[in-house]
């Protein structure tokens, strides 16, 4: 009982108000008590135990598991050890799972090396490593062989932007960084970009707004509304 001690004098002023709280943490098998959330880290980790760890300290868990080895036949532990590999892999995927993944046409994907520089490539915004928030991945043009084709990295600002301003496309400007410019044309008047993709054209005749409908391509929209204008002899 003599760690029980050290702790009190660690996160106490007086063993007199330790002894009088209850202990959060207490190890099953030496025995170990704490009292503040300042030591938590001398027990294991655990998710569904109160507090997030369990009621047995590091020391009693290396014990345990040398225990279990110590009585393991050898085909056990070579499965021990497989397992143990397996899920360090798994573990590595799950904390770059932000950095090597993607989405492409509302799925994940993802891979086995870092897809971010995380930098922007419009305003040159910078994001640390260690921060949760990631650049986001953002395709120019879709490809059905090779999902990080034509994919530009930007900030949450920047992505939210060109997805928000209507005929809205990216120009480069040299030096890998691009801009954002809005589609111009002589004829655009009475055509727009809706934001599933496709082009709606309308015509204004005598004071009404007439819908002419959507349309997969600006031509096609273009062709729909110089027939409508032929046939009112505008």
Request: charged content about 30%; some cysteine.
């Amino acid at each position: 009982m003599g760690n029980n001690t050290e702790i009190y004098e660690w996160n106490s002023d007086s063993q007199e108000t330790a002894t009088s709280l209850k202990p959060i943490r207490k190890c099953l098998d030496c025995g170990l008590e704490i009292y503040s959330e300042k030591d938590l880290k001398l027990f294991i980790k655990n998710g569904k135990h109160k507090y997030g760890y369990r009621n047995l300290c590091k020391k009693c868990h290396i014990l345990r598991v040398k225990k279990r080895f110590e009585n393991m036949t050898k085909e056990e532990k070579e499965k021990d050890k497989e397992y143990h590999r397996v899920w360090e892999k798994t573990n590595i995927k799950r904390r770059n799972s932000k950095k090597n993944r993607m989405y492409y046409k509302n799925k994940g994907i993802s891979f086995d090396f870092n897809l971010r520089t995380n930098v922007c490539c419009i305003c040159g915004k910078k994001y640390p490593k260690n921060l949760k928030r990631q650049t986001d991945l953002h395709h120019i043009k879709y490809l059905d062989d090779n999902p990080l084709g034509h994919t530009v990295e930007l900030c949450v600002g920047c992505h939210f932007k060109i997805h928000k301003t209507k005929n809205s496309q990216l120009v480069p400007i040299g030096g890998g960084k691009y801009k954002i410019q809005r589609q111009k044309s002589n004829d655009s008047t009475g055509i727009y970009k809706e934001k599933n993709g496709k082009w709606c054209a309308f015509l204004y005749n005598e004071g009404k707004h007439g819908y002419l409908g959507l349309f997969p391509t600006y031509g096609a929209a273009q062709n729909a509304r110089n027939n409508a204008i032929e046939k009112l002899n505008m």
